[in-house]
T-cell receptor, first 111, second 112 residues
Framework: GQQLNQSPQSMFIQEGEDVSMNCTSS?????WLWYKQDPGEGPVLLIA?????ELTSNGRLTAQFGITRKDSFLNISASIPSDVGIYFC???????????FGEGTQLTVNP | DGGITQSPKYLFRKEGQNVTLSCEQN?????MYWYRQDPGQGLRLIYY???????QKGDIAEGYSVSREKKESFPLTVTSAQKNPTAFYLC???????????FGSGTRLTVV
């Protein structure tokens, strides 16, 4: 099945650094979602984006819905050790349709 | 509190045995999904169901079976035909619209 192109695959950073990751597609999506998966757990929704160009924040997290509707970005500011995990993007083409997931970005934060 | 429950968290089985993973939700969601996750890899869709008594194959359905007799429940059976069953299995549910999915906490299956 189709996958979104998510990058980078993995990141190793120091505590306090900012992080950026992105997701791109050759298709248009009308909804973009970002999930975080803690080790050994299921993914949890962080941010949902519904409008091209939209910029949404959730604490230290900021996500943007690309204006072409083919990409999305997630930024984490001032990283802390509990940010460790896998971050997944997901796109939805129409309301109620199945999600398409990226392959994930594995984030490691060194104290 | 509403949520989605997967049980057990860890499961060990001998090769050649069928095993059933449980997934129950009390979110009143119509759609339910099963994903497989291997180390360092993303989420691969096994089966999904958008309504009771109906389900569709996902990208990697071979060696798996499901049923959807109740809205709340979507059990996954890993059969002996699945060549490499050891993996982390995630169940999810969705209410439709543009609200994404709610995931369970996963079942780690180890076949020895």
């Amino acid at each position: 099945g189709q996958q979104l192109n998510q990058s980078p695959q993995s990141m190793f950073i120091q505590e306090g650094e900012d992080v950026s990751m992105n997701c791109t597609s050759s298709s248009i999506f009308n909804t973009w979602l970002w999930y975080k998966q803690d080790p050994g757990e299921g993914p949890v929704l962080l941010i949902a984006l519904y409008k091209a160009g939209e910029l949404t924040s959730n604490g230290r997290l900021t996500a943007q819905f690309g204006i072409t509707r083919k990409d999305s970005f997630l930024n984490i500011s001032a990283s802390i050790p509990s940010d460790v995990g896998i971050y997944f993007c997901a796109g939805q083409k129409t309301s109620g349709s199945r999600l398409t997931f990226g392959e994930g970005t594995q984030l490691t934060v060194n104290p | 509190d509403g949520g989605i429950t997967q049980s057990p968290k860890y499961l060990f089985r001998k090769e050649g045995q069928n095993v059933t993973l449980s997934c129950e939700q009390n979110l009143n969601h119509d759609a339910m999904y099963w994903y497989r996750q291997d180390p360092g890899q993303g989420l691969r869709l096994i089966y999904y169901s958008q309504i009771v008594n109906d389900f569709q194959k996902g990208d990697i359905a071979e060696g798996y079976s499901v049923s959807r007799e109740k809205k709340e429940s979507f059990p996954l059976t890993v059969t002996s035909a699945q060549k490499n069953p050891t993996a982390f299995y995630l169940c999810a549910s969705g209410q439709g619209g543009a609200y994404g999915y709610t995931f369970g906490s996963g079942t780690r299956l180890t076949v020895v």
